[in-house]
């Protein structure tokens, strides 16, 4: 099977299950800054970017490509996050993240996520012989892996979202704003 085919290996519902996750990002989001972030979807995200996030009447954006694993999957069970993001839809810049998250499907929530800065993720990934650039933390709080200056403890997930444009330089109030 050609590398390009490897789509056909995954599940018919995991195409579902990582949009209702971008879904649950975007809604914890929002619900947890009592509304102070808004966010925005792509129609279609060949770009890399799943979501856009910015502070309501403020200018500066946060573009966020959204990787999700269950946690009834294998890899998860063993105690390790793993995603994939092929470097072919990867282009590393100051206003985007990589968002890792870990859903506890039987609570529908999220329950483990690591926001790392897109240069990064770069900076601490390579590339591999099938162009992909592979994400490996461990799910333990107490891990001193390379990811773990990137975690974000439940229920953080707004605040750090929050915290990521606020230290942006392009911050700056609409007109009506602030």
């Known amino acids: 099977m050609a590398a390009d085919d490897d789509y056909l290996l995954k599940s018919p519902d995991s ?3 990582g ?4 879904l649950l990002v975007a809604a914890t989001c929002i619900l947890q800054s009592r509304a102070k972030l808004n966010v925005s979807t792509s129609i279609i995200d060949d770009e890399g970017v799943d979501l856009v996030f910015h502070l309501r009447e403020f200018t500066a954006t946060l573009a966020v ?7 009834d999957g294998l890899v998860m069970q063993r105690g390790r ?3 994939i993001v092929r470097n072919s839809s990867f282009y590393p810049r100051a206003d985007l993240d990589m968002l890792f998250v870990y859903v506890d499907v039987s609570r529908g929530s999220i329950a483990q996520s690591w926001l790392v800065p897109s240069p990064a993720f770069e900076e601490n990934t390579t590339v591999n012989a099938r162009g992909r650039r592979v994400f490996s933390a461990s799910m333990s709080a107490t891990s001193g892996d390379k990811w773990s200056a990137f975690r974000v403890p439940e229920g953080q ?3 750090a979202v929050v915290q990521r444009l606020a230290s942006s330089s392009r911050l700056a109030p609409t007109r009506d704003g602030v």
Do not use: D, H, I, Y
Request: hydrophobic share 50%; charged share 25%.
């Open 15 to 17: 195409g579902r299950m």
């Open 19 to 22: 949009k209702a996750a971008e």
């Open 65 to 71: 490509q959204v990787k999700a694993r269950m946690s």
């Open 81 to 83: 996050f793993q995603a």
């Open 157 to 159: 997930l707004a605040s």
